[in-house]
């Protein structure tokens, strides 16, 4: 079927109207195309990782063994871009502060349709540096314990979250008030992310 627009063009001038669409919807997708190409070429080997229980025991008791350094928990979904992308970045970062004393307390989440532990699994090959430890918390407790600390809106879950503490702080009955936190969601809430300014802040409470 020929567009009304085009009908009056020469035959060898019209574009035809399926390969119209399609060249629309891939122009669309190419900066997703680009963002996960982008990611990808970042990924290594899988590393290891630990199923959380109900009371975020696994998770604490890491917590609060590297009291004695700066900690960034993060809350991701394994099969979102903006996530992945959030792992690579903290990659990066570790990589250029190779001396630094901190410990990175990653929580993949079953946030999104396609999450599992599998995925999560996959997913830990984003951020391979040894003082990251990589958790599958299938009943979401670092979700629900931030959306209630952060005050996320009722109707909303505390992901695509990164939030930095300072050394000599526990976690007890519940987690200890933040550092600094930031959020990739485009929220009125909390600093929003970007891999410059959480470099920033992991600088000033690491050295």
Same mark, same amino acid.
């Given at each position: ?5 085009? +009908? ?15 060249? +629309? ?10 963002? #996960?190409?982008? &990611? ?6 899988? +590393? ?11 998770? &604490? ?7 004695? $350094?700066? +900690?960034?928990?993060? &809350? ?27 410990? &990175? @307390? ?11 532990? $599998? ?7 984003? @951020? ?25 809106? $009722? ?46 802040? #992991? ?5």
């Amino acid at each position: 079927m020929i567009p009304g627009s085009q +009908r009056h063009l020469p035959a060898e001038r019209r574009i035809h109207y399926p390969a119209m669409v399609m060249r +629309r919807l891939l122009l669309s997708l190419l900066p997703v195309l680009i963002q #996960v190409s982008t &990611v990808s070429a970042l990924q290594g080997p899988s +590393r290891g990782i630990t199923t959380v229980s109900p009371d975020g025991r696994e998770f &604490v008791n890491v917590f609060n063994a590297a009291s004695d $350094r700066t +900690r960034l928990v993060t &809350v991701f979904s394994p099969t979102c871009g903006h996530c992945l992308r959030g792992a690579a970045d903290i990659q990066n970062i570790l990589s250029k502060e190779s001396g630094a004393r901190i410990k &990175v @307390l990653v929580l993949w989440a079953p946030i999104l349709g396609r999450d599992s532990r $599998r995925a999560a699994q996959q997913a830990t090959a984003y @951020l391979q540096d040894p003082r990251a430890e990589h958790f599958w918390d299938l009943w979401n407790f670092g979700r629900q314990n931030y959306a209630k600390q952060l005050e996320y809106p $009722r109707s909303d879950a505390a992901w695509d979250i990164f939030v930095l503490y300072k050394p000599h702080l526990a976690w007890q009955r519940s987690g200890p008030e933040p550092t600094v936190w930031f959020q990739d969601r485009g929220m009125d809430i909390g600093l929003k992310y970007t891999a410059d300014l959480l470099h920033e802040h #992991v600088k000033k409470w690491v050295r």
